[in-house]
């Protein structure tokens, strides 16, 4: 089995309930997103998963140098950042893609899907 990362895309500005509408399709996105996870889970898929705080909370580090530097905020200035992610275990990318089009339909955003090299 290959370790596939689905990452949910979507934008860097938010409102109240994040990219969604109003309170009701963001509790009824939540609630789909728990129903995919647990079906992940009990299919054998699930490795880990996440939601991301806002990209204004990060922090760039750069150690190339003698003294890592550190940057508040996103390494890229963009419209669109990722959101959340699950890293899954699927026999092959059909499996991926299709596990991915169920994310994607349960949280309401574009789900990117990338194979590890399998070099770790």
């Not at 509408?21 to 009824?28: N, Q």
């Not at 889970?41 to 909370?57: D, H, I, K, M, N």
């Not at 550190?70 to 419209?79: A, N, V």
Request: hydrophobic share 40%.
């Amino acid at each position: 089995m290959t370790h596939y990362l689905l990452s949910v895309h979507g934008p860097a500005e938010r409102d109240e309930f994040g990219n969604y509408g109003s309170k009701e399709e963001m509790e009824e996105a939540f609630a789909a997103t728990g129903a995919f996870n647990d079906r992940l889970r009990t299919q054998g898929y699930w490795v880990f998963a996440g939601g991301l705080a806002p990209a204004s909370t990060a922090t760039v580090v750069d150690g190339q140098g003698e003294t890592p530097e550190m940057t508040d905020g996103p390494y890229l200035e963009t419209k669109e950042i990722i959101g959340g992610f699950w890293v899954i275990d699927a026999p092959d990318l059909d499996v991926a893609l299709r596990l991915a089009a169920e994310g994607s339909k349960a949280c309401r955003g574009k789900v990117e899907v990338r194979p590890f090299d399998g070099l770790a």
